[in-house]
């Protein structure tokens, strides 16, 4: 049922604004592996308008953002708004494409982004991102021994994707399960890492549990050591930035030219 109007929805967006939705996936908890039950989902887009759009003298708005009944919020990115993210190692964009619930992809336009992806990707920079998340969720949300567990994760997979960083030097996967099966992750982390999922799992997103005593100096060490590290991860960045022009060349819409758009 809630596909069926994920599905409205992006139908809505491309006859609302005259835009053709090349790629549509679920982002966020949903798309990590752990949602609450009453998660919201949270769908992302990346269209691409018709050519006249793109030879405009002046940019117009590049940001769809619609909140809809049900816990249901979709938005997205422009096409050229996107790849000039992508070409700054944007995670969120990323991160999109290794969704593991797809709602809409062009095959083509999928397999040319994942496949540009890794030629941008810089690790250093993906560390920072990744810690400055895992800092600011340690700072705000779990400062007391009474914290909420969606809080916890959302410390816990960031801090994982710096591990699979530092490790891998790639994007890190989406789903936190395949964060937490890599080699470097030890069994006694997997351990208590699941035991606290399967409790998650029963609560709400607003609920409360107390802090396990051994979490807080593991959380700490983790945050000092990837202080340090990241830098070192700095590379050259020698990505040819015409690969993305063609992405653009190609996945413009001229089939929906002067297509009307419906009234809001």
Same mark, same amino acid.
């Given at each position: 049922?809630?596909?069926?109007?994920?599905?409205?929805?992006?139908?809505?967006?491309?006859? %609302? !604004?005259? @835009?053709?939705?090349? +790629? #549509?996936?679920?982002?966020?908890?949903?798309?990590?592996? /752990?949602? =609450?039950? $009453?998660? %919201? !989902?949270? @769908?992302?887009?990346? +269209? #691409?308008?018709?050519?006249?759009?793109?030879?405009?003298? /002046?940019? =117009?708005? $590049?940001?769809?953002?619609?909140?809809?009944?049900?816990?249901?919020?979709?938005?997205?990115?422009?096409?050229?708004?996107?790849?000039?993210?992508?070409?700054?190692?944007?995670?969120?964009?990323?991160?999109?494409?290794?969704?593991?619930?797809?709602?809409?992809?062009?095959?083509?336009?999928?397999?040319?982004?994942?496949?540009?992806?890794?030629?941008?990707?810089?690790?250093?920079?993906?560390?920072?991102?990744?810690?400055?998340?895992?800092?600011?969720?340690?700072?705000?949300?779990?400062?007391?021994?009474?914290?909420?567990?969606?809080?916890?994760?959302?410390?816990?997979?960031?801090?994982?994707?710096?591990?699979?960083?530092?490790?891998?030097?790639?994007?890190?996967?989406?789903?936190f399960s395949r964060l937490t099966a890599g080699p470097w992750v030890s069994d006694e982390e997997r351990a208590w890492i699941a035991e606290l999922e399967g409790r998650k799992a029963a609560q709400r997103e607003g609920d409360n549990s107390t802090l396990p005593p051994f979490l807080r100096p593991w959380m700490q060490a983790?945050?000092?050591?990837?202080?340090?590290?990241?830098?070192?991860?700095?590379?050259?960045?020698?990505?040819?930035?015409?690969?993305?022009?063609?992405?653009?060349?190609?996945?413009?819409?001229?089939?929906?030219?002067?297509?009307?758009?419906?009234?809001?």
């Amino acid at each position: 049922m809630k596909d069926d109007a994920i599905q409205q929805a992006i139908e809505a967006i491309e006859a %609302d !604004y005259g @835009v053709n939705v090349l +790629y #549509a996936a679920e982002s966020g908890s949903r798309a990590w592996g /752990f949602a =609450s039950p $009453d998660s %919201d !989902y949270d @769908v992302r887009l990346v +269209y #691409a308008h018709a050519l006249d759009w793109y030879v405009s003298v /002046f940019e =117009s708005r $590049d940001v769809i953002e619609r909140m809809l009944p049900g816990d249901l919020d979709v938005s997205g990115w422009e096409l050229r708004k996107s790849l000039r993210l992508m070409s700054k190692c944007n995670l969120a964009f990323n991160e999109w494409f290794g969704s593991p619930i797809v709602y809409r992809q062009n095959p083509a336009f999928a397999s040319a982004i994942r496949d540009l992806i890794p030629r941008f990707f810089q690790p250093a920079r993906a560390i920072f991102h990744y810690l400055n998340m895992a800092s600011s969720t340690y700072t705000n949300h779990l400062s007391s021994d009474q914290v909420r567990l969606k809080k916890l994760f959302y410390f816990l997979r960031p801090m994982l994707a710096c591990r699979w960083i530092e490790h891998a030097r790639t994007q890190p996967p989406t789903e936190f399960s395949r964060l937490t099966a890599g080699p470097w992750v030890s069994d006694e982390e997997r351990a208590w890492i699941a035991e606290l999922e399967g409790r998650k799992a029963a609560q709400r997103e607003g609920d409360n549990s107390t802090l396990p005593p051994f979490l807080r100096p593991w959380m700490q060490a983790q945050l000092n050591y990837f202080t340090g590290i990241g830098p070192t991860l700095a590379r050259k960045m020698e990505a040819d930035p015409a690969a993305l022009d063609e992405v653009l060349r190609t996945f413009v819409a001229p089939g929906i030219q002067g297509k009307p758009l419906r009234a809001s």
